[in-house]
């Protein structure tokens, strides 16, 4: 139906190649580029039907803008990391090509991740009849479809959200991210932040947290977050009173980022080195393992969910609805790990939606702005299928 451009090769990436594999009919022609070619070519070679490869940096617009006149996609899926939002939507827009990401705009220099950037660019991509579908991963991405899923079903008013994030994975490491660790680690050390009637509260970070009882996995703790699906919700959810964003962690995760925390490793600003500036963070991310790597060995399941609360028929209603995704079956069934296939699964699904029209529209918009029908029914489908449950309401 149309040529797919996919930037970026590495977990997440990988995992997008492999599923609009899997769909020829949707995706006739698929080309991966990314900085090192040894990455597109090696994930080339598992497939069982040709792809093209190329090398771009993906910070340089102009580059961009030649492989993309090059090649002639009909869609670019980023998959590089959200320091490169910009600089392709730039490229999309001179191309005059649909862009699709799965994580927000984040400064190189500074910690931050905010839509403001890239909704920005919505007169822009208006006026030149192009869509782009941003935040169109897990979560980011599948949340808010759950959320538009609920709002549209379930619910008459939808006073509170709590999303909530569980990896009880092992994989073997004392210390290792599950997606790019630099992006991972700017994160998770982040203040916390919630929305509470209206307003943005901020919380140190880590240092809210609960137990919860996972389906399928029992209970984890899990600590209080700001993540970016949140952003969005708040303002395409309407009447919410309270979201709040929740991650699992390991106490061996914790205790090593705590350390490296306190002797400067997660520092992102630069330090001199033996007559060289390095960024500390940056040195981390070499030592640590590439979450590519992680897969062989990868037990244990993720559950990702919303549990969501309000109002249906004048009476109040409690609502979970979640996805169980196991690390080994994703190795066996694409070499991948559930992180990155939660990830690109999601993406491969929104590139989908767009190509066929089921999501059309002109500007900048997040999943939640649109039918989440024909998504939901392809999530099972192509191998994250979800449950919903009805709970007795507080
Ligand atoms: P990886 O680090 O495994 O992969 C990133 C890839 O992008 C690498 O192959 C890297 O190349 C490439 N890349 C980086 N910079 C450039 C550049 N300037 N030009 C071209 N290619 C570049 O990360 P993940 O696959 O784990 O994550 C990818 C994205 O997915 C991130 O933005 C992350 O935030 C997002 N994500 C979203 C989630 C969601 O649920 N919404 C969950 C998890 C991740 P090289 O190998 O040369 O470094």
């Not at 190329?54 to 002639?72: F, P, Q, R, W």
């Not at 309000?310 to 996805?323: Q, R, S």
Request: aromatic share 10%.
């Amino acid at each position: 139906m149309g040529k797919v451009l996919i930037i970026g090769a590495g977990g997440v990436g990988g995992v997008v190649v492999h599923k609009c594999a899997q769909a020829p009919e949707v995706f006739p022609e698929i080309i991966l580029a990314s900085r090192t070619i040894e990455k597109c070519e090696k994930i080339k070679n598992q497939l069982s039907r040709p792809i093209e490869t190329a090398k771009v940096d993906a910070d340089n617009t102009e580059e961009l803008i030649a492989l993309i006149g090059k090649t002639s996609p009909a869609l670019v899926i980023n998959t590089a990391l959200p320091y490169q939002d910009l600089s392709i939507m730039e490229a999309c827009l001179a191309t005059g090509v649909d862009y699709l990401d799965t994580a927000n705009y984040e400064p190189p220099d500074e910690a931050r991740f905010c839509y403001k950037w890239q909704w920005d660019y919505n007169e822009r991509f208006k006026e030149k009849g192009l869509m782009a579908l941003l935040g169109c991963g897990f979560d980011p991405g599948v949340t808010n479809i759950f959320c538009a899923h609920a709002a549209k079903n379930h619910f008459d008013e939808i006073h509170y959200i709590d999303i909530m994030d569980c990896n009880a994975g092992d994989h073997g490491h004392p210390f290792a991210t599950n997606f790019n660790p630099e992006i991972n680690i700017r994160e998770v050390t982040a203040r916390g932040r919630f929305y509470e009637n209206g307003k943005w509260m901020e919380t140190e970070p880590l240092s809210v947290h609960k137990t919860f009882d996972f389906p399928e996995i029992g209970p984890k703790e899990m600590y209080l977050m700001y993540h970016e699906e949140m952003e969005s919700l708040a303002k395409n959810i309407p009447g919410i009173k309270r979201m709040r964003f929740w991650m699992t962690f390991s106490q061996e995760y914790l205790t090593h980022l705590r350390v490296l925390q306190n002797v400067g490793m997660t520092r992102i600003d630069p330090v001199e080195y033996e007559g060289r500036s390095i960024v500390p963070l940056k040195f981390l991310k070499a030592l640590l393992p590439e979450p590519t790597s992680l897969c062989e060995n990868y037990s244990g399941k993720t559950c990702i969910g919303c549990m969501i609360e309000g109002i249906k028929d004048g009476k109040p209603k409690k609502y979970y609805i979640y996805n169980i995704c196991d690390h080994a079956e994703c190795y066996r069934e694409i070499g991948a790990q559930a992180i990155s296939y939660t990830t690109g699964v999601p993406a491969m699904i929104g590139a989908m939606m767009m190509l066929t029209g089921k999501w059309k529209g002109k500007g900048v918009f997040n999943v939640e702005e649109f039918d989440p029908a024909p998504f939901m029914e392809k999530l099972g489908k192509y191998g994250l299928p979800w449950t919903e449950k009805i709970l007795a309401a507080s």
